[in-house]
């Protein structure tokens, strides 16, 4: 039988017991060892039960066993200091208000927008890497004390749950997830009745939503919801599923996530006295409606569409998370003008103007497609990716939309991502760190970082390591044994085939793990490469090699889910499958036990396409050492001291399949002849010394750079607080003032030409400290000097003579304008430095406001070719 209607009934806890629904609620739990404690104590097989989720638990233990913890002074004091504890955390000073957060030069208040949040297992609103980095983004600010709210959408389905079927396809389920029986609150109106968010669409339809309310510590996140009574069926259908549908579908959940963003938030800060955000942040550019929704609340105050947009641009932070154009959401032109258009959303914005945000206005652009990257550099002053590599990555990539600068000069920086380590520790680790510099201090180096407290991990004992990484093993081995029962009984098997279950995986053997999504780039089964080594890395007599493989594929992608079947099936061959596994239905709380459970952790993208790449880090911080293409992150930071880099075939003209087998034997060489050797040779004291050190030094030089607490404040000191500078300069007065300006220069900029280049020496070669003075006639048209600066740009040349690392220096107006109405600019040019060196001239727009850099306006006038043959003088 079907209920016709569902409650949700709250226990109703004693009143000694109340202070544990303020910790339930409060996602703090999720990253807090002792709180975890406590609700564990609370009844151990519930817990568990629960799937180890605290509001789960307390609508699951029975009322005698609330009555008897009500009378258990140990449990209540137990309680006491968990909730004081949260309550000082909560409400005391942290970094952000050391560094006079709020008040100075910082923002009041950040909000951060993503698709998706992965905070915990126990709130499913996440697909993969972005999610969990957008979660442990919040977590970290509320470490650090940054004043964020996180904005998102409440997928009715979450992402799928993954199985297997017998032949090894993706079998995909999506749970109902019901948010009264989530960590979440709803926001209410001071009367009471849900807050409500609302859309026009086209056709004088309306999408409406609720807004629930997470807590991340110190840090809300709110969580936009369609699934109202209100609305008709096709809309209660907005927020369904994490990147389900079609077009549409996902044009009006991106609506949703910008526009209702904007207003859940406003409706936030109005009903509980929050500050009002300075900057707001697009993780990925599916949240770049928010820019429009902001231009249209000044629209609404008077304020012109240009004025605004600069207001606004000012104040917007974007980063970019994809050097694959696949992984960019690109809409049809009409789509997006029938959304914007009359009778629907944001009336005062006139579509034409929407449009010339997002299209892609530029050479190789697809002139009828709508692009949310493009939108989100467009409408973001300032912009990022996510590790040094993906940043000038970035730069090259969307280098056509600055036509005339060269890639370095595009207004992309880099921030590398980290993680949040008090999520990713295993609790064993932790306890070591606590026993070595005490558990205040632990958590600190955790969430703030700092080096010198990571650097205690130096004076912990070899033995003491070696039986951590054991422990951490055998707990792996445990969970993959039931994780893989489950599954063989899920496709079908019977209990009494599966007694060979009990010998998968064996705690002493080296355990490599693999997970990750399986798009095709990251190349899930390149070890499959050359079946017969791998066979025999897997059974090698005394240096054997075990494998744990995880990754879920998306719905719409039948190639992903072959290769998640051709991996599968090579597990399931009965000579190897006790030394290699496929666990379905990847997530956090799988990897809570796997990324701390393995020895190496693999990582083999096609270079350079993993634009920072996470679980890398979250192994390393729990010992685990790292074997990767030298891609995202480990570009960065691998040292041969701590892990290997697999050597790459990228650049060369090698086809894909030869460049697949190259890496491959390079992956099967470095297992077979350096990892495995040093894994098992032993020193005189019967231990992995070489090893051990390896482990000892991932920790100590990677530990307290891969944090989130790092990532964080670089956001902060790099992105948000001159965001927030920028934005208040920019009162209407000086938005309007800017606008105008930009206008005027673009008018004149055709007329702004380099004239005529001197040089008081013009000898193909120059003696190292020799200075030449510069004279430069320009054009400037209608615009002034004020209006310009009027460089030279030096530095070395390759052999085409192209300006490798340019360094330009400002040239000075000495006379002008003539009859003719030319300007004389000059200056020095020092020669520096020895070897090919060359320069060149060219004039940029320049104004106090501008922030993005020479390369903002996309405006610059070089010598023609006409005035080359002295511009472009070369010395070798
Ligand atoms: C960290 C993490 C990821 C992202 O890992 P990548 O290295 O970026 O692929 C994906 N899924 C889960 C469950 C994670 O914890």
Same mark, same amino acid.
């Given at each position: 039988?079907?209920?016709?209607? @569902? ?9 000694? %017991?109340? /202070? =544990?629904? #303020?910790? $339930?609620?409060? &996602? +703090? ?35 005698? @066993? ?9 449990? %209540?004091? /137990? =309680?006491? #200091?968990? $909730?004081?504890? &949260? +309550? ?49 983004? =919040? ?738």
């Amino acid at each position: 039988m079907k209920a016709i209607r @569902r409650f949700t009934v709250r226990p109703v806890l004693p009143e000694p %017991l109340g /202070r =544990l629904s #303020e910790l $339930a609620r409060n &996602l +703090r739990w999720s990253w807090h060892p002792r709180t975890r404690d406590l609700f564990k104590s609370v009844d151990p097989r519930q817990w568990e039960a629960s799937g180890c989720d605290p509001v789960r638990l307390l609508g699951q233990v029975p009322p005698a @066993r609330l009555d008897e913890l009500a009378r258990d002074e140990d449990f %209540l004091r /137990r =309680l006491g #200091e968990a $909730a004081d504890d &949260l +309550r000082a955390y909560v409400e005391g000073e942290r970094w952000y208000q050391e560094q006079g957060g709020g008040e100075g030069p910082l923002p009041r208040a950040v909000a951060y927008f993503s698709p998706e949040f992965g905070i915990t297992a126990a709130l499913p609103q996440y697909s993969g890497g972005l999610g969990i980095l957008a979660g442990d983004h =919040l977590k970290a600010a509320s470490d650090l004390g940054v004043p964020l709210i996180g904005v998102g959408l409440l997928y009715r389905h979450g992402y799928f749950r993954q199985s297997l079927s017998h032949d090894a396809w993706q079998q995909e389920h999506y749970p109902v997830l019901d948010p009264n029986e989530l960590p979440l609150v709803l926001l209410r109106e001071a009367d009471g009745t849900p807050a409500i968010v609302a859309l026009a669409l086209p056709g004088g339809r309306s999408l409406r939503a609720h807004v629930w309310q997470a807590q991340v510590g110190r840090v809300p996140l709110l969580l936009l919801d369609s699934d109202v009574e209100e609305n008709d069926p096709g809309e209660r259908d907005v927020t369904d599923r994490l990147y389900g549908g079609g077009s549409e579908h996902r044009l009006l959940q991106e609506m949703l996530l910008g526009i209702g963003g904007v207003r859940a938030v406003r409706a936030y800060c109005r009903l509980t006295g929050h500050p009002e955000p300075e900057v707001f942040h697009t993780n990925e550019g599916h949240a770049g409606f928010l820019g429009l929704e902001r231009i249209h609340e000044l629209a609404q105050h008077g304020v012109g569409f240009d004025a605004a947009l600069e207001s606004v641009r000012a104040g917007t932070v974007f980063t970019t998370h994809t050097p694959v154009p696949a992984g960019i959401d690109r809409f049809d032109r009409e789509l997006v003008a029938h959304h914007f258009g009359p009778g629907a959303e944001l009336p005062r914005i006139d579509a034409g103007d929407v449009l010339r945000l997002g299209m892609e206005t530029y050479p190789g652009g697809e002139p009828n497609l709508f692009n949310m990257a493009v939108m989100g550099l467009r409408l973001g002053s300032r912009a990022n990716g996510v590790s040094t590599l993906h940043g000038s990555v970035s730069r090259e990539m969307f280098a056509g939309l600055w036509p005339g600068f060269d890639a370095q000069e595009v207004p992309i920086a880099s921030i590398t991502n980290g993680v949040h380590a008090p999520t990713w520790v295993a609790p064993e680790v932790f306890r070591l760190g606590a026993r070595q510099i005490g558990e205040r201090r632990t958590e600190d180096a955790l969430s703030v970082g700092g080096s010198d407290r990571w650097d205690a991990v130096a004076d912990i004992q070899d033995a003491d390591i070696w039986e951590l990484r054991r422990t951490l093993r055998e707990q792996l081995v445990e969970e993959v044994r039931r994780r893989l029962y489950d599954s063989w009984r899920q496709r079908g098997a019977a209990t009494a085939e599966l007694g060979w279950i009990d010998g998968v995986l064996d705690p002493g053997v080296l355990t490599v793990g693999f997970a990750r999504r399986v798009p095709s780039y990251k190349r899930l089964t390149l070890m499959l490469r050359d079946r017969d080594r791998l066979m025999e890395l897997l059974r090698h007599p005394e240096r054997p090699v075990q494998i744990v493989v995880a990754g879920k594929a998306h719905p719409a992608d039948d190639g992903g889910k072959r290769l998640i079947q051709e991996l599968v099936r090579f597990t399931d061959d009965p000579r190897v499958r006790r030394h290699i596994v496929f666990l379905p239905d990847y997530g956090m709380a799988m990897a809570q036990k796997l990324y701390p459970g393995c020895d190496v952790w693999l990582n083999n993208p096609l270079r350079p396409l993993e634009a920072c790449g996470t679980s890398g880090m979250k192994a390393a911080l729990n010992g685990c050492l790292n074997l990767s293409v030298l891609d995202g992150w480990w570009d960065e930071w691998f040292e041969p001291d701590f892990g290997w880099a697999i050597p790459t075939a990228d650049g060369a003209a090698t086809d894909d399949d030869r460049r697949d087998d190259l890496e491959a034997a390079a992956l099967y060489d470095l297992l077979e002849r350096r990892i495995a050797p040093r894994f098992y040779e032993q020193g005189p004291g019967g231990l992995p010394d070489r090893w051990i050190e390896m482990v000892r030094r991932t920790l100590t030089r990677l530990g307290p750079k891969v944090l989130a607490g790092r990532m964080v404040r670089e956001y902060v000191e790099q992105l948000y607080a001159p965001a927030a500078r920028a934005h208040r300069a920019l009162d209407a007065t000086a938005a309007g003032e800017l606008a105008a300006w930009k206008a005027r220069v673009r008018a004149a900029w055709p007329r702004v030409a380099v004239d005529h280049v001197e040089a008081s020496a013009s000898d193909a070669t120059a003696e190292l400290g020799t200075t030449l003075s510069l004279r430069v006639r320009v054009h400037l048209g209608d615009l002034t000097p004020d209006d310009v600066e009027v460089q030279v740009v030096a530095g070395r040349v390759d052999p085409e003579d192209h300006l490798a690392d340019p360094s330009p220096m400002p040239l000075k107006p000495v006379s002008g304008p003539d009859v003719e109405g030319r300007r004389v600019y000059e200056g020095p040019l020092a020669l520096d430095r020895t070897g090919p060196f060359g320069y060149t001239v060219r004039i940029l727009p320049a104004h106090r406001l501008l922030a993005g850099g020479a390369a903002e306006l996309g405006l610059v006038a070089v010598p023609s070719e006409a005035t080359g043959e002295e511009a472009g003088v070369l010395m070798r």
